[in-house]
């Protein structure tokens, strides 16, 4: 474990890292990952532990990875003390400030770009859903890396949609529990984006706004549909129909999956 300090020495600090067995670059804002607004209480600091358990555990691997988290100054150390020192690729880098995490983590990213550490053969693995990583995002793009952005649901940038290659929601507990699958809370994520929906995925699902079901084809076993009831009016799903119909790309972009959509309110319908 290495604490990496954001400081004028640090593009000569990353330019010595050696990435050449490496496969995946991690790139986490560990309080976008959280999704509350931080505080010092004993809550909040062992919600950041429990969130980069499962985070580590879900796509880290720490002989093949590099991961470079950036955190609160107040929270630096429970990360330190949780993080095995064994893990010679693990950077921890302290902050101050709000939006200091990203700003951070753009700048490594443009790092890594501008001294030649990452290419093709690397995947980048981004655990926030801010705006601010467009145009970095644009330029691993251009060097055909491979990006997967883990986010939380209704909290990722809508332009970053199509730059990202996946996108996986780390509202692990909550999906597994209503047995959705990624294809699926994709679809209602990106459904509240177009139509201006400020609900949450708990929020959505216990007051029953909607829901999804996947039904039989029996025309085409390779396509599957999809339901999508409203159970509330709307007054802007037809006029939205233009953006609602990149649902069914981006869903074979990111998921491999060939989707026919019925989206159903109590008033209109639209078909993708």
Same mark, same amino acid.
């Given at each position: ?27 986490? !804002? ?53 993080t095995d ?16 995490? !990203? ?23 981004l655990a ?36 990202? !290659? ?30 201006e929906l ?8 216990? !007051? ?65």
């Amino acid at each position: 474990m290495n604490v990496l300090r954001f400081n004028p020495q640090i593009e000569n600090y990353v330019a010595n890292i050696d990435f050449n067995n490496i496969e995946k670059v991690h790139l986490i !804002d560990i309080e976008n990952l959280v999704g509350v607004k931080p505080t010092k209480s004993e809550s909040y600091r062992n919600k950041v532990l429990e969130e980069y358990s499962l985070y580590s555990t879900k796509f880290v691997n720490f002989k093949k990875d590099i991961v470079f988290v950036a955190c609160n100054a107040f929270i630096f150390n429970d990360l330190r003390n949780w993080t095995d020192s064994k893990f010679s690729n693990f950077y921890l880098i302290p902050i101050n400030g709000k939006n200091g995490a !990203d700003k951070v983590l753009v700048d490594i990213i443009n790092l890594l770009l501008n001294e030649q550490k990452i290419n093709s053969t690397h995947q980048v693995h981004l655990a926030s859903g801010d705006g601010i990583f467009l145009n970095c995002l644009k330029r691993l793009k251009e060097k055909d890396i491979t990006i997967k952005t883990i986010g939380l649901f209704n909290r990722i940038n809508r332009k970053i949609y199509f730059v990202t !290659d996946k996108i996986t929601y780390r509202n692990y507990n909550l999906i597994n529990q209503l047995q959705l699958d990624n294809a699926s809370v994709f679809t209602m994520d990106y459904i509240c984006k177009c139509l201006e929906l400020r609900y949450s995925l708990e929020e959505i699902c216990a !007051d029953h706004l909607f829901e999804i079901k996947s039904l039989q084809n029996p025309n085409n076993s390779k396509r599957k549909l999809y339901l999508i009831q409203f159970n509330k009016e709307t007054n802007n799903l037809v006029a939205q129909k233009k953006s609602l119909e990149k649902i069914t790309n981006l869903v074979k972009k990111y998921y491999e999956l060939n989707a026919s959509m019925t989206i159903r309110s109590v008033n209109e319908e639209v078909r993708l």
